[in-house]
């Protein structure tokens, strides 16, 4: 009776075993991760590698593994995503996030919109006016050191009421050093215990600090020429209405987010206008027809001025496609399918700008500089190319964007107005070397400058 018992059995969980094992394949196959490029060293991973030229090794990867793949680097999985699906997910998907310490003040900052920044074009205009007059009436200079030498002032003196902490030229510099020292680290210290970094994490505390104290006098102040407020104010009631707080953390992002990008960008924009001479020309002719003839004459640009000179708009737009940052990161919070891959929580979710705009399914001809490409944007309504994504994408997009934007126009503006510029070297390739930020130049590149007559 049992030997028999045993023969029925038999069958039925061998069918049985059969379905688990068939029911586990098929969950394996549906929960597919994307190829994963490991490394060979314990939590390193393939860090080492991909510190080399981040950018190059991004390429390579694509190119080999596909639009989906995965990189394992310093304990963190990062999972890029090159095509349109995945792009859609990473700026649509409820399941990814950008990161929780961060969102906040940059969507609540980011309702500073272009309505609110065009009240500063004439402050704008005045300042850089200042700052020219400091360069004389001729001169030779590095184009970066020309570019700070203007924007970081300028700057300052907009987001802050002039001379608030500023009051001599030994505390200014010290604030810029420190500024740089934050900056340039920046790309580390967002990823790496700060007791690694004792220089960096040495100018942020002095930063904060030195904001935690102006605070209230920041909030106070009011233009005695006309009541007007300064560009943190207006940031930080939108900040207090909504959260009941002011964090120093908060004016750092916007100081961050209003210049850190804001000087190469100037940089880069200068070296292809002068190094395309047509396009040199066709914006000279457009700045002669709004303000008459170059001089060295003071001029006041407006926001209609503006809307006659959209080359110089095409011409920065066209400048950051080609000079987009390596990397913009999300955080995926539940699993999410991308193709036929499934992405796990916890994973990076990464897109790269820098390469999304060469690729030319999207941007034409993508390594060519055509300011004119932009014709096809709806700039009236801010409305940037489709896949351009210098500014991240979805609600949490650089906050510091339209201001950036506005002081760029009027910098290249009264630059080309007021003298005539000749670069002094061949346009630099940009480095590879890192992924957050505009790329800097990998070589000098030097401007001669005379005022007009």
């Not at 009436?137 to 970066?144: N, R």
């Not at 992002?253 to 200068?270: K, Y």
């Not at 700045?287 to 003839?293: L, M, P, Y």
């Not at 055509?370 to 190319?385: D, I, S, T, V, Y």
Request: net charge positive; hydrophobic share 40%; proline share 6%.
């Amino acid at each position: 009776m049992m030997e028999q018992n045993t023969e029925l059995i038999s069958p039925t969980v061998i069918i049985a075993l059969g379905c688990v094992v068939l029911f586990l394949c098929l969950q394996r196959k549906n929960l597919r991760r994307p190829p994963c490029i490991k490394g060979w060293i314990p939590w390193i991973g393939a860090g080492l590698e991909l510190g080399k030229a981040p950018l190059e090794f991004i390429e390579k990867a694509r190119i080999k593994y596909g639009p989906v793949f995965t990189v394992f680097a310093m304990g963190n999985r990062m999972t890029f995503v090159t095509e349109e699906e995945g792009i859609n997910v990473f700026l649509k998907s409820k399941e990814v996030n950008f990161e929780l310490a961060v969102q906040t003040p940059v969507y609540r900052t980011g309702k500073m919109g272009t309505f609110n920044i065009h009240q500063f074009t004439g402050q704008l205009t005045e300042e850089l006016h200042e700052q020219l007059e400091n360069l004389g009436t001729q001169g030779t200079m590095e184009l970066t050191n020309f570019v700070r030498h203007l924007l970081y002032p300028v700057t300052v003196n907009i987001l802050f009421n002039k001379g608030l902490f500023l009051t001599h030229e030994r505390k200014m510099k010290e604030f810029y050093q420190h500024f740089q020292a934050y900056d340039e680290g920046f790309e580390y210290g967002s990823q790496m215990p700060e007791w690694l970094l004792r220089n960096w994490s040495k100018s942020k505390r002095w930063l904060l600090a030195l904001f935690e104290k102006s605070i209230p006098d920041i909030k106070a102040y009011r233009s005695a020429k006309d009541n007007s407020v300064t560009l943190m104010q207006a940031v930080l009631e939108i900040l207090e209405m909504e959260t009941n707080k002011l964090n120093p953390n908060y004016v750092l992002l916007m100081l961050w987010a209003s210049l850190s990008n804001t000087i190469p960008v100037a940089f880069w924009t200068l070296a292809f206008v002068l190094s395309h001479p047509d396009v040199h020309k066709t914006i000279m002719e457009g700045i002669s027809t709004v303000f008459g003839t170059a001089s060295k004459d003071k001029i006041k640009v407006t926001e209609k001025d503006l809307k006659k000179l959209l080359l110089i708009k095409w011409c920065i737009l066209e400048t950051i496609r080609l000079r987009a940052p390596g990397i913009i990161t999300r955080k995926v919070m539940k699993p999410i399918k991308i193709l036929n891959f499934t992405i796990p929580s916890g994973d990076l979710l990464m897109l790269s700008p820098f390469w999304l705009h060469r690729n030319p399914k999207y941007f034409p001809e993508p390594e060519l500089f055509k300011p004119e490409r932009w014709k096809k944007a709806n700039l009236e309504k801010h409305a940037f190319l489709d896949c351009f994504m210098a500014f991240g994408g979805g609600k949490f997009q650089c906050p510091g964007r339209w201001f950036a934007l506005l002081e760029i126009q009027i910098c290249i503006i009264l630059i080309l107005y007021k003298y005539d510029c000749t670069l002094l070297d061949p346009l630099p390739k940009q480095s590879y070397l890192h992924l957050v930020g505009v790329p800097q130049p990998d070589d000098q590149c030097r401007i001669e400058y005379k005022q007009r007559i």
